[in-house]
């Protein structure tokens, strides 16, 4: 699953977004650490509730600000692998794009899974785009349905 847009702030900026817990919980995931570190594991929580569901991720690598790659749960126990990358353009901004790996089942379990990563991925990016560019909340996760 890929999903990938153009947005019109730096590396730095967009990068930090993902991996700046405070920033994250703006329009993502609620986060009750301070920021993604290489070799570390961070639990993402889906609500501020104290019962909320929540899943472990794991730092693979963080090549600040250009890359970050996390494994996370799947089906049948088995972890994908999500990365960002963060392309600068010559004349200003970014090519963001998210890629997921590692989806497990039948043909037909596969392809709806791509399908929903692909449009989490892309709410996603618009949230973070709004954030970065505009400094406008949209929490994706909380309005997914």
Not at 12 to 25: L, P, T
Not at 105 to 117: H, K, M, N, R, T
Request: proline share 2%.
């Amino acid at each position: 699953a890929l999903a990938t847009a153009k947005i019109r702030a730096t590396p730095f900026d967009v990068c930090r977004a993902f991996v700046n817990g405070s920033e994250m919980s703006q329009y993502w995931f609620t986060r009750y650490d301070s920021a993604l570190k290489e070799g570390e594991t961070s639990r993402w929580f889906l609500g501020a509730e104290a019962e909320a569901m929540s899943f472990d991720v794991y730092v693979k690598e963080l090549l600040f600000p250009h890359r970050l790659v996390i494994d996370c749960p799947g089906e049948e126990g088995r972890l994908r692998q999500v990365t960002w990358s963060f392309k600068e353009l010559d004349g200003g901004g970014t090519i963001l794009s998210i890629e997921e790996t590692g989806f497990a089942g039948s043909d037909e379990q596969i392809v709806e899974s791509v399908l929903d990563s692909t449009r989490g991925f892309n709410q996603v990016i618009v949230a973070v785009k709004a954030l970065v560019e505009h400094g406008v909340h949209v929490n994706v996760v909380t309005d997914h349905a």
